[in-house]
């Protein structure tokens, strides 16, 4: 006698594989989005997610520079070093001024102006492109991120 195992065949129908509901609510959930979404920019409705724009306290214009291992130096308005960071504790300042300098390139705008470091009411701290618009608000990429910035306002 021959040995023959038995493999169960499997047999799927494309309708049982994802349940049919199921991808009439995925569908349904893009519509919704792309409607509300549409709606919202044809109106004009003001962006809520963004922060409010409070008062500066304490402002300061910096020239950043940077390397992709990390090494990031920081000017004054004077051109006097704030600060001279070795690759392993620039990294966050280097990558910030990269993005600076991308966001410039793409508008064909000098690298070497200043930017704005800007301390706002409620303890927020900001960096801000005034040649580009572009801004970001420190606190959302950590405490020892910020705090790296901080100490270049003099904050602790």
Known sequence: MSETSHTPRLRHREDELVPRFMVRAMFALVVVCLVLVSA????????EATPPDTPVIRE??????G???GAARV?????SVIADLPGDQGGFIAGVQRVIERERAKRDLP?????LLQL??????SITDPLTGWSAELMGFGATNTRSFARLLGQP
Do not use: F, K, Y
């Open 60 to 65: 300061r214009a910096i020239h950043l520079s």
């Open 120 to 125: 706002r009411e409620g303890n927020r701290l």
């Open 75 to 79: 000017l004054d308005a004077n051109g």
């Open 111 to 115: 690298s070497d102006a200043p930017v």
């Open 40 to 47: 919202a920019r044809i109106t004009g409705r003001p962006l």
């Open 67 to 69: 390397d992709t291992s």
